[in-house]
C-alpha cells in the first residue's frame, strides 16, 4: 500500500513538472494546441517505459540476476502507471461524450 501511494506521489510529480516544462506554460492567457498532445504522449512513453523495465527486472530474476524486491517493485510501478493511463483513457472519453450530448 505504501509503495502505491509513493508511486502515484512520483506519478503526480512527474506530471506536475512536466507541465511546468511544456512549451508555452510561461505565458498564462496563451495557449498552444499541442501542449496537451504532448503531455499525453509523455505519460504513454512513461507507461511503455515502465512496462519494459518491468520485463527486463523479470527477465534478469528468471536467470538469476536480479533479487525479487526490485522484481515487484518494478512489477507495482508498472502496474501503478497502467492504472493511471487508463484512468486518464476514461475520463477523456468521459468529456467527450460530455461535449458530444451538448446541444449545439
Partial sequence: MVSEASGALNAY???VNRLQETPGNSDAGKSNPS???TMVKG???DA???QK???S???SAAAGQTDLNSVVLAVAEAEITLKSVVTM???VVQAYQQIVKMPI
Fill in 57 to 59: 527486472a523479470t527477465i
Fill in 53 to 55: 523495465t518491468a520485463e
Fill in 89 to 91: 483513457r476514461d475520463k
Fill in 43 to 45: 505519460f504513454a512513453d
Fill in 13 to 15: 510529480r512527474a506530471a
Fill in 35 to 37: 501542449d496537451f498532445s
Fill in 48 to 50: 511503455v517505459n515502465a
